[in-house]
């Protein structure tokens, strides 16, 4: 059952080339590593490194620009082969699918060629700072501010639950430039931490799942940056683009939530194939099999809908709308599918050493982060 064995109507054999290829690397490179980094809380900053030699970043960022030169499919096939080697400590959807983007889309041509060879490389770690200690989904109230001086800006404010947080060494920012103008006050500035003093990182926060991926506090105190920080070339745009980058950042969580249901269900069928009560498989019991089928009904029912999506925006015709209610839809089916599989488990679901019991912990995430479900929910009624 693995997830190759469904072709999608928007993979090409290139994209099938380059989920292969980075399935192997992530089995055989990284797998191995996976127990120390969730016991450090973070990959090793060298692993970063190794995802830009072997091509793992900025794979649809243009060839001129150091990028793999593909399109928004390559990015999906490396969250599919990411998701089926079972490693979650990774933040490369935010790096590549997130943060190269509003470089690429937004970005001045100085700014291009400034940061995005050096993302691809993995010189820079991208991490995308909106959520703040008072503001989680409510993007128009952030409060973090930038005051441009001559040809700086002043940025204070803290920023939390940031993925790559420990790592990350370039961060876009969502500032508020001017209080007085609600969402046209918003901008989104670039920091390079490593070329500021007043920058902080907090803690490397204790999720309970995820527990290799770095999600941190920030702070930001009279941290100043050029002007030429600024991402595009004016003030105020911050939440415009935020808007048009939001069904991306909602699709990658979607594709993701595909990528776990696949592996709960490979895990639980060959479990239940092995292991025996009352003298017989698990699996030769009805019940086992009406939850097997009921959850593989389930699977590809959402797979459909995530192709649907994928194949509408490589068209550019995704709306924000149907991007909120299939990333609600997914992922909350996602935590039901991965749920019923580990009760099949029995007392070994519970047990962190088995692979469902980290994908049942790290599922939860996926109905907060990217907008919370209820958000989603409330956003898509508006176009009703």
Known sequence: MAIQNFPSPWMSDEHRMLQDAAGRFFREKWLSRDAAWREAGMMDRE????AGDNGLLCASIPENYGGGGGDFGHEAVLILAQGEAGLSGFGGSVHSGIVAPYILHFGTEQQKQRWLPRLASGEL?????????GTGSDLQGVRTLA???????RINGSKTFITNGQLTNLIVVACKTDREQGAQGISLLLVETDAVSGFRRGRNLDKIGLEAQDTSELFFDDVMVPADNLLGSQEGLGFFQMMQELPQERLIVAMAGIAAMELAMQVTLAYTKERQAFGKPIFAFQNTRFKLAECQALLLASRALVDAAMVAHLKGELGVDRAALIKYWITDNQCKLVDECLQLFGGYGYMKEYPIARLWTDS???????GTNEIMKELASRFM
Request: proline share 4%; hydrophobic share 35%.
């Open 47 to 50: 692993a970063w490194r190794e």
């Open 125 to 133: 770690v991208g991490a995308i700072a909106m959520s703040e200690p």
């Open 147 to 153: 005051i441009r001086e001559g040809d700086r800006y």
């Open 364 to 370: 939860r995430a996926q109905r907060i982060y990217g």
